[in-house]
Structure formats: structure tokens, C-alpha cells
């Protein structure tokens, strides 16, 4: 069955840090699809990356890139250069096939200036 | 081209009321999905629709339904509603198209706060 895992309730990070959000997924299926979103406090979901199973690098968006490995089924984001934006709800989620799609209970990110 | 809207953005309901969402995707998207989000149980799936047929299902019980009309927005529907309910409801929309591939970006709504006294 799939399953996402963010196992980071919470994170305090400097202003200007690179953050990694942590991310470990499961599935049997050999096609799927890895997403991951920002919620701020006014509640809208931001898509931010999103990475194949078979895409053969890493997937990059701005400040944003997805650490994808593969055999470890783990999905990390990196946020490089952290701003105060940045402070928000993160949700990793991934699909298989054309099935549904699931999502982790999320990190909160508190970025200090 | 204008975002996925939801209404209402706030609704509040009583015990054994039923309540019906409405949401308008983005402009040429075919597939609505919808989501209950709640601080215990977080971001949970509901049900997701293309092109008129529900395509998946999550795992609530048969007092939540949803339907998709031809132009693509979608309603859902919570009968007999409980305490429970209480939650954020969001709606994303997406091209839903083969050629796109199933991963093709969701883009959320703003959401309906749904409570239930």
C-alpha cells in the first residue's frame, strides 16, 4: 500500500540556511509520481516541485530542488537560502498510476530572522 | 486565467444538516479531486473526478458523495453531517489528460471551512 512519511513535526531554521524537509515514501508500483506543496498560514496549497519515478535527475524549481533516491524511497526538499516566506506547512505527497493521491501529515517550518 | 474557486469560503452547520461545496476548476482542467483537511488527521482525499466518472475513491463513508457536471465543476456532498465533519474541505484541479501523464500539477482552491456544531 502507499505511504508517505514526513517524519519532522517541526523545524526552526536561521534565515539565509539551506533547509532539507524529510521525506520517505512506499509503494510497489514502479510508476508514480512525488509532489511537494507549501501551505502558508492563510491556508492555500502552493505546489512546489514534483519529481517522476523515472526521471533520471533531480528535479529543480528556483530555490527549490527535490533530492530523489530512488532505492532509499526517500523524496527530500531543499529550500536553499531560506527566507521568512518560507515559514509555512510543507506536504509531500506522491501518486501511483492514476490512482489517488496521498499526503504526509507535513513539517511546519519556522524560518527566524 | 483565473484560479480554482470555492464556495462558500466559510459555512457553519448543525448536527444531522447536509451541506453541498461547490468548486470551479481552472479553465480547460478535466479533473477535480477532493481533500478533508483536519489538525488530527491532516490532508486526507476524498474523491476525484474526470471527466464526469469518479476515477478514485478514498476511504469515507457513503454520507460524503461528489459529483462532476460537463463543465467540469464539481460538487460535493455531506449528509447527515457529525462534529467530525468539521474541517477544511479543498478542491484542486488539474488537465487530468493521458498525454499530460498522471503527474500533472494540482492547483488548489482557497478552500471551505466547514463547521459542524
Known amino acids: 500500500a502507499q505511504k508517505i512519511t514526513q517524519t519532522q513535526p517541526g523545524m526552526f531554521v536561521q534565515e539565509k540556511e539551506a533547509v532539507t524537509l524529510d521525506c520517505t515514501y512506499d509503494?510497489?508500483?514502479?510508476?508514480?509520481?512525488l509532489f511537494w506543496y507549501k501551505q502558508p498560514s492563510s491556508g492555500e496549497m502552493i505546489f512546489l516541485i514534483y519529481?517522476?519515478?523515472?526521471?533520471?535527475q533531480n528535479a529543480t524549481e528556483g530555490r527549490y530542488s527535490l533530492n530523489f533516491q530512488k532505492a532509499r524511497k526517500s523524496a527530500n526538499l531543499v529550500i536553499s537560502a531560506s527566507q521568512l516566506g518560507d515559514s509555512a506547512m510543507y506536504f509531500c505527497?506522491?501518486?501511483?498510476?492514476?490512482?489517488?493521491?496521498?499526503f504526509g501529515k507535513g513539517t511546519r517550518l519556522h524560518i527566524l530572522p | 486565467k483565473a484560479g480554482v474557486t470555492q464556495t462558500p469560503r466559510y459555512l457553519i452547520k448543525t448536527r444531522g444538516q447536509q451541506v453541498t461545496l461547490s468548486c470551479s476548476p481552472i479553465?480547460?482542467?478535466?479533473?477535480v479531486s477532493w481533500y478533508q483537511q483536519t489538525p488530527g488527521q491532516g490532508l486526507q482525499f476524498l474523491f476525484e473526478?474526470?471527466?464526469?466518472?469518479?476515477?478514485n475513491k478514498g476511504n469515507f463513508p457513503g454520507r460524503f458523495s461528489g459529483r462532476q457536471f460537463s463543465n467540469s465543476r464539481s460538487e460535493m456532498n455531506v449528509s447527515t453531517l457529525e462534529l467530525g465533519d468539521s474541517a477544511l474541505y479543498l478542491c484542486?484541479?488539474?488537465?487530468?489528460?493521458?498525454?499530460?501523464?498522471?503527474?500533472?500539477?494540482?492547483?488548489f482552491g482557497p478552500g471551505t471551512r466547514l463547521t459542524v456544531l
Open positions: 484542486a484541479s488539474s488537465l487530468g489528460e493521458l498525454a499530460g501523464g498522471p503527474y500533472n500539477e494540482q492547483f
Open positions: 509503494t510497489s508500483d514502479p510508476s508514480y509520481g
Open positions: 519529481q517522476g519515478s523515472y526521471d533520471q
Open positions: 505527497a506522491m501518486r501511483e498510476g492514476w490512482g489517488k493521491i496521498i
Open positions: 479553465s480547460g482542467h478535466r479533473s
Open positions: 473526478y474526470f471527466s464526469e466518472t469518479q476515477r
